[in-house]
């Protein structure tokens, strides 16, 4: 059996896909998966071994410049490779429009979640076969249900496994024992205090470890930079790729990360991550898998609030309590790096580090 899968972004959400790919090789053997997913991300579904061929898309490249797109044929290519594959099903597990509409160009039938499931409940007229999935549950289980319904098979009891080999990740000689900050994320509001950073830092260097730090832009390499400053074992590490990332992920004894697509990517590795929440709520899209803590700054004036800009108005008990200009936003006051680092060590894997 040979099915498109079409799930494009974003990192995070490519990333809870692949439990539901684990379920349905166990379930039906021999299925295999096409995969169109967004170029930035083509990487990730090859790891996977139900994955047969990926189909890159560029819809967040083609927008910006439609004429372009028409004019030197990459739309064109992508409808053919879709039409020129024989596929027994589609399954849209994105569920919005614009992942519907590219179901268009192929001979089979499409499945997808039902207009009460959708993100975009307009998606679902698009589809042949269209499944109830509940909402209000991590979205690794909603994905693992639909699969199940769309391919019919029971969905497996426990917890979904990603189905990546991480022994072929792991790199000879890394030498010292390491965590890793992920501390690059998108909303200004998700980021915890680089303050925060700095001090937990020199309290995992004082427990005998060292700390690497990743960074995918100029504001994220600075950062890092400040962070390390004058550390001995603070090591900036220099751009990496995903499948870089993921091999030092691999190596490393544990990880903080704050709401970011690398998170669920340390998760997938099954790398024991803290992950820190203060706008969102990591119970519907949190880190999901073994040896995964999250820490919730839950601020009771305001967090979890979801939102990309910060509104909450200091006190002038809050501006007594804590310096607002370097600990900010509040929520995250709440994980402040004593209690940031007492969990981690826990949560790392027991003497192997001195």
Same mark, same amino acid.
Not at 40 to 53: N, Q, R, Y
Not at 61 to 88: A, C, I, P, S, V
Not at 177 to 192: D, E, S
């Given at each position: 059996?040979?099915?498109?899968?079409?799930?494009?972004?974003?990192?995070?959400?490519?990333?809870?896909?692949?439990?539901?790919?684990?379920?349905?090789?166990?379930?039906?053997?021999?299925?295999? *998966?096409?995969?169109?997913?967004?170029?930035? %991300?083509?990487?990730?579904?090859? +790891?996977? @071994?139900?994955?047969?061929?990926?189909?890159?898309?560029?819809?967040?490249?083609?927008?910006?410049?439609? +004429?372009?797109?028409?004019?030197?044929?990459?739309?064109?290519? *992508?409808?053919?490779?879709?039409?020129? !594959?024989?596929?027994?099903?589609?399954?849209?597990?994105?569920?919005?429009?614009?992942?519907? +509409?590219?179901?268009?160009?192929?001979?089979?039938?499409?499945?997808?979640?039902?207009? /009460?499931?959708?993100?975009?409940?307009?998606?679902?007229?698009?589809?042949?076969?269209?499944? @109830?999935?509940?909402?209000?549950?991590?979205?690794?289980?909603?994905?693992?249900?639909? *699969?199940?319904?769309?391919?019919?098979?029971?969905?497996?009891?426990?917890?979904?496994?990603?189905?990546?080999?991480?022994?072929?990740?792991?790199?000879?000689?890394?030498?010292?024992?390491?965590?890793?900050?992920? /501390?690059?994320?998108?909303?200004?509001?998700? /980021?915890?205090?680089?303050?925060? +950073?700095?001090?937990?830092?020199?309290?995992?260097?004082?427990?005998?470890? #060292?700390?690497?730090?990743?960074?995918?832009?100029?504001?994220?390499?600075?950062?890092? #930079?400040?962070?390390?400053?004058?550390?001995?074992?603070?090591?900036?590490?220099?751009?990496?790729?995903?499948?870089?990332?993921?091999?030092?992920?691999?190596?490393?004894?544990?990880?903080?990360?704050?709401?970011?697509?690398?998170? /669920?990517?340390?998760?997938?590795?099954?790398?024991?991550?803290?992950?820190?929440?203060?706008?969102?709520?990591?119970?519907?899209?949190?880190?999901?898998?073994?040896?995964?803590?999250?820490?919730?700054?839950?601020?009771?004036?305001?967090?979890?609030?979801?939102?990309?800009?910060?509104?909450?108005?200091?006190?002038?008990?809050?501006?007594?309590?804590?310096?607002?200009?370097?600990?900010?936003?509040?929520? %995250? !006051?709440?994980?402040?790096? #004593?209690?940031?680092?007492?969990?981690?060590?826990?949560?790392?894997?027991?003497?192997?580090?001195?």
């Amino acid at each position: 059996m040979r099915v498109l899968l079409i799930k494009t972004s974003s990192l995070g959400d490519v990333i809870h896909t692949l439990p539901a790919l684990t379920d349905a090789m166990r379930a039906l053997p021999g299925i295999q *998966f096409d995969w169109v997913v967004e170029e930035g %991300f083509a990487e990730i579904p090859t +790891w996977h @071994p139900a994955v047969a061929g990926v189909i890159p898309v560029a819809i967040r490249r083609w927008r910006k410049n439609l +004429w372009q797109t028409f004019k030197n044929g990459q739309w064109r290519q *992508f409808k053919q490779r879709l039409r020129d !594959t024989r596929y027994d099903l589609v399954i849209d597990a994105q569920g919005l429009l614009k992942s519907a +509409w590219l179901t268009r160009y192929v001979k089979a039938p499409i499945a997808g979640l039902d207009k /009460h499931s959708a993100r975009e409940p307009l998606a679902a007229r698009l589809y042949d076969r269209a499944y @109830p999935v509940a909402r209000g549950q991590h979205a690794v289980e909603r994905l693992r249900q639909l *699969f199940a319904q769309a391919l019919g098979y029971e969905v497996p009891a426990g917890l979904g496994d990603y189905g990546l080999d991480r022994s072929r990740l792991l790199q000879a000689g890394t030498g010292a024992p390491f965590v890793l900050f992920l /501390h690059g994320t998108t909303w200004v509001t998700k /980021h915890w205090p680089e303050l925060y +950073w700095r001090q937990l830092a020199e309290r995992m260097i004082d427990q005998g470890l #060292e700390v690497h730090l990743p960074w995918g832009n100029p504001a994220e390499k600075a950062r890092a #930079e400040r962070i390390a400053s004058g550390l001995d074992k603070a090591v900036v590490l220099p751009k990496l790729n995903l499948a870089g990332v993921a091999k030092v992920l691999a190596s490393a004894q544990g990880c903080v990360a704050v709401d970011t697509g690398l998170g /669920h990517l340390a998760a997938a590795l099954d790398v024991p991550t803290l992950s820190l929440f203060g706008p969102t709520n990591p119970g519907l899209t949190g880190a999901y898998g073994k040896s995964q803590v999250h820490l919730a700054g839950d601020y009771p004036a305001c967090a979890p609030c979801l939102q990309k800009k910060c509104t909450y108005q200091p006190t002038a008990q809050d501006k007594r309590r804590v310096d607002t200009e370097r600990e900010w936003p509040m929520c %995250f !006051t709440r994980l402040n790096p #004593e209690r940031v680092a007492s969990q981690l060590s826990a949560l790392l894997p027991a003497k192997e580090h001195p």
